[in-house]
């Protein structure tokens, strides 16, 4: 229990955000370097659960900021339905 009263589980409440350091000859080698070195299960920009979103819901996610927009990016530019950089933000 802690001082505020609250019962903790064993769960840890906070999730740690890693960096990867990847360098390789390109910038696409080490992107996908890092993704796996990330240690998240994927290999490369693809991110399973997109497949199933429809287009407005991936325009909808770029606009969205997470630890994911760079795999929804992806998913958009595969589509194509990315927009213009400024147009994102």
């Known amino acids: 229990m802690?001082?505020?009263g609250i019962k903790l589980s064993g769960e840890s409440l906070m999730k740690a955000t890693g960096e990867v350091m990847a360098i390789a000859?390109?910038?696409e080698e080490s992107l996908l370097k890092a993704v796996r070195g990330a240690e998240i299960g994927?290999?490369?920009l693809?991110?399973?659960r997109l497949a199933s979103k429809s287009d407005e819901e991936i325009e909808?996610?770029?606009h969205t900021v997470t630890d994911e927009r760079?795999?929804?990016l992806y998913?958009?530019?595969k589509r194509g339905i990315?927009?213009?950089p400024q147009q994102i933000i």
């Open 2 to 4: 802690t001082a505020t």
């Open 25 to 27: 000859d390109t910038f």
């Open 42 to 44: 994927l290999d490369s």
């Open 46 to 48: 693809d991110l399973p």
């Open 60 to 62: 909808q996610l770029l």
């Open 70 to 72: 760079l795999f929804v």
């Open 75 to 77: 998913e958009a530019v």
């Open 82 to 84: 990315a927009k213009a």
